[in-house]
């Protein structure tokens, strides 16, 4: 029988991948707060789905892996509304099923007939999954790796056969209408031990009391010789006036009976009745009748217990492991498919592990825009490329013209994308980060304090000293909480430190000069190129496109001061 061999929908069998995890204040810098948020209205599928994405490995097979994955799902609706119907039956009988029960009290014949049924879904489950995993759309290798893992565990667990088992011993409890006893005697006609017979579906029929015992004791001839059973489904009413007499005495020295036996559906009732008795006579004779079927059935039924129980765990246990995963997909693909429904555009991710641009984005944006525009038309899309002659972009622009929306953007891309996950873009190739750092100021207090400063001294020498050339690094106004000479000083030392190592750097500044220094920095870097970028104006007035140039800080300043009429001319020609 399989064990529980650590398959994953995350992950290749045998990937040997090292993960690092994204804090949660990385999350928040990129603005992904709010697209978990509408992903699921389930807070344990929030958190699962969140620590999926906070997971990251620059292994680019992972994130391969999920892509072909997700791609599947994304593209098979009806795999994801059959997925989700299993899932909510599996959690189902994870939640109320008795497989599980491990108790010493006896358990009856309701049992036994109840776990058969379940028994019965555990198998269906399992059989609607591999077939629905069948589907010859399907090409990724991790599902139908899947499809070949549940077709093992259902042809180990020997379910086709217990099937057919199940079908042929299988009765409803509706359909038992008496129970056959047999009773040992000794030469005193003393009962010295009982047993069950037989369990039937039809009732005895009544016949006269005399004429039996006659015909069963009276004649030698009639003695039987053998123990066996024939069938017959006659025996005789207890009178009404003796009925406490007899009731006690079977209780107390197991005399002969044949009862009538009608099993209730609810599985606390467990009732066999009597039939033609007074309410009295009835409860003791039910009690009686429930206690010696579950001393004869208990043994059976436990073993049965235990039996179901393993085959259940191959059905359930290891397959209920991976519906947060594959929830995880499902949830991913119908918010994508929503949004793409309203216009926006998202691709296909392609990572890749060396050689050229170590990423190169074509008309992406930022998910956020998309969530929460209604017209996403007027979504205004970037270019942007990583390689080595521009490893460090100084970001500059005028204040609310999309310098934090782009920089969140590019970490992104990287989250979504190694995440298995279509990303917001027309065009994505990258090769995978090891991990993402930010350093995004709590607030936006442009002022003088020394405190501040250190404390962001101190962040940026962990977070460079963390970081490899397989690393993303997210500025956002680094060092602006102190006057600008103080600024740009650590800024430009900061930059050619980040050369050295080569790591992938968006640096959003209103230190214009810095990215004036752009060149100067990569002539004394021998390893990475520094590159300033910047928000475009048109006349202006805000592009929200970036562009490869020279800070245009004093001629944006200069159109506005004429728009609004304070240049000097202006002013004393008033």
């Known amino acids: 029988m399989h064990q529980n061999t650590g398959f994953s929908l995350l992950q290749p069998i045998d990937s040997d991948a090292v993960f690092r995890t994204l804090p949660d204040y990385v999350i928040h810098d990129l603005g992904l707060d709010g697209f978990f948020q509408e992903l699921s209205a389930d807070a344990r599928e929030r958190r699962f789905i969140a620590n999926v994405i906070s997971q990251v490995t620059d292994d680019p097979e992972v994130a391969a892996y999920r892509q072909q994955i997700f791609g599947d799902i994304f593209r098979l609706p009806e795999l994801r509304k059959t997925m989700l119907g299993l899932f909510e039956k599996i959690q189902f009988m994870k939640d109320f099923s008795t497989m599980h029960r491990t108790s ?101 029929k009544k016949s006269g009391i005399v004429s039996n015992f006659a015909d069963a004791i009276a004649s030698r001839d009639k003695l039987r010789d053998t123990a066996d059973w024939d069938g017959d489904l006659h025996y005789q009413l207890i009178d009404q006036e003796e009925k406490r007499g007899i009731i006690d005495h079977m209780k107390h020295e197991a005399g002969l009976l044949a009862v009538q036996s009608s099993f209730a559906t609810d599985a606390r009732a467990k009732s066999t009745i009597v039939n033609a008795m007074a309410d009295g006579a009835a409860e003791s004779s039910t009690f009686y009748l429930d206690t010696v079927v579950n001393k004869m059935l208990s043994s059976l039924v436990k073993k049965l217990r235990d039996t179901l129980t393993k085959y259940a765990n191959v059905a359930i246990v290891n397959l209920s492991g991976l ?70 972009y100084i970001l500059t622009g005028a204040n609310r013209g999309g310098k934090t929306t782009i920089t969140q953007a590019v970490g992104q891309l990287f989250v979504l994308a190694q995440g298995g996950l279509f990303v917001p873009a027309e065009c994505f190739r990258y090769v995978p980060c090891d991990c993402i750092y930010t350093h995004f100021p709590a607030d936006e207090d442009k002022t003088m304090d020394l405190g501040r400063l250190g404390e962001e001294c101190i962040r940026f020498r962990e977070l460079f000293s963390q970081s490899t050339d ?32 080569a ?72």
Not at 365 to 381: F, S
Not at 474 to 500: C, H, M, P, Q, W
Request: some cysteine; aromatic content about 10%; hydrophobic content about 40%.
């Open 104 to 204: 010493d009290e006896e358990l009856g014949l309701w049992h036994l007939f109840h776990r058969l049924d379940e028994l019965n879904d555990y198998i269906q489950t399992v059989e609607t999954m591999r077939d629905c995993l069948s589907d010859d759309k399907i090409s990724s290798e991790g599902l139908l790796s899947l499809r070949d893992y549940i077709t093992g565990l259902y042809e180990d667990a020997l379910f086709a056969e217990m099937k057919k088992d199940i079908a042929a011993l299988k009765m409803k409890a509706s359909d038992v209408q008496s129970v056959t006893l047999g009773i040992n005697v000794n030469e005193r006609f003393e009962a010295v031990s009982i047993g069950l017979v037989s369990v039937n579906k039809k009732p005895f």
């Open 470 to 501: 397989k690393s993303l690094l997210l500025l956002n106004e680094t060092f602006s909480t102190t006057s600008f000479e103080e600024g740009y000083y650590i800024a430009r030392d900061s930059v050619k430190a980040l050369l050295t190592k």
């Open 323 to 392: 519906v947060p995963e594959f929830v995880y997909y499902i949830r991913c693909a119908e918010f994508i498919g929503g949004l793409m429904e309203k216009g926006c555009v998202f691709c296909e991710a392609q990572p890749v592990t060396v050689g050229g641009a170590s990423m190169e984005a074509k008309g992406f944006y930022n998910l956020k825009l998309a969530m929460n525009r209604e017209n996403t038309g007027d979504i205004v899309p970037n270019d942007l490329i990583f390689d080595q002659k521009h490893t460090v």
């Open 503 to 574: 790591v992938r750097t968006i640096y959003n500044t209103h230190m214009h000069k810095l990215g004036e220094d752009a060149e100067a920095l990569t002539r004394e870097s021998n390893a990475a190129g520094a590159a300033s970028l910047i928000m475009r104006t048109e006349d202006g007035k805000r592009s929200f496109k970036v562009a490869l140039a020279q800070p245009e800080g004093s001629s944006y300043a200069r159109d506005i001061a004429e728009k609004y009429g304070v240049t000097y001319d202006m002013l004393v020609g008033m």
